[in-house]
């Protein structure tokens, strides 16, 4: 048995959740709802305050399944009500973040400014010039778009200079040695 899989998700006060035919769970609480089609052959029921997942039998493909499905529908509850949000760093001279009303312009070393526009339901906050703050109800999402900055420029080993996440630690290396 999924040790994950097993365990209920509590729903708290003011979240209400839906399961439709073919696995549509719509989650919806105080930041928004999220919708999402589930694997079919999982059973997903809203007992009382808690959601329970169950699978048909303990083939491989369906112990797989159980833990996720249940995961993905506790990632919605867990969205609508307090919300993901990721914070990125940008190291190095000269390189930083503006923000002007959807738009996050990058300044990177390069020879033009990076410009993001936030993808429908995100939103990316300035805190100074150097901290970028990604912020929403989607957990996948806000990563996705976290990964997609980060990837503008990601740190490098040597000075640690680029994007990176607050809580990543850069794995640094020793640069060359010259002659005596």
């Given at each position: ?5 097993r365990m ?8 209400t959740?839906?399961v439709a ?9 105080p930041?928004?709802t ?69 738009e ?24 100074g ?9 989607d ?22 200079k ?17 002659k005596?």
């Open positions: 048995m999924s040790r994950i899989g209920p998700i509590a729903i708290p006060a003011g979240v959740v839906v035919e073919n696995n549509k769970v719509t989650v919806s609480g930041k928004g999220l919708e999402r089609v589930l694997p079919a052959e999982m059973k997903i029921t809203v007992e009382g305050s808690e959601v329970v997942v169950a699978r048909p039998n303990d083939l491989k493909k369906f112990k797989s399944l159980h833990g996720l499905t249940r995961t993905l529908v506790a990632n919605m509850v867990t969205g609508v009500t307090a919300g993901y949000e990721k914070v990125l760093e940008i190291n190095g001279v000269g390189y930083r973040a503006a923000k002007a009303g959807k996050l312009t990058l300044t990177l070393g390069y020879s033009h400014p990076v410009i993001m526009i936030d993808p429908e339901g995100l939103e990316s906050v300035m805190d010039q150097n901290k970028i703050t990604v912020k929403g109800i957990k996948e999402k806000v990563g996705q778009y976290a990964a997609e900055i980060r990837a503008k420029r990601a740190p490098e080993p040597y000075k640690g680029g994007i990176k996440y607050a809580d990543e630690v850069i794995r640094r290396k020793v640069g060359k040695t010259g005596k």
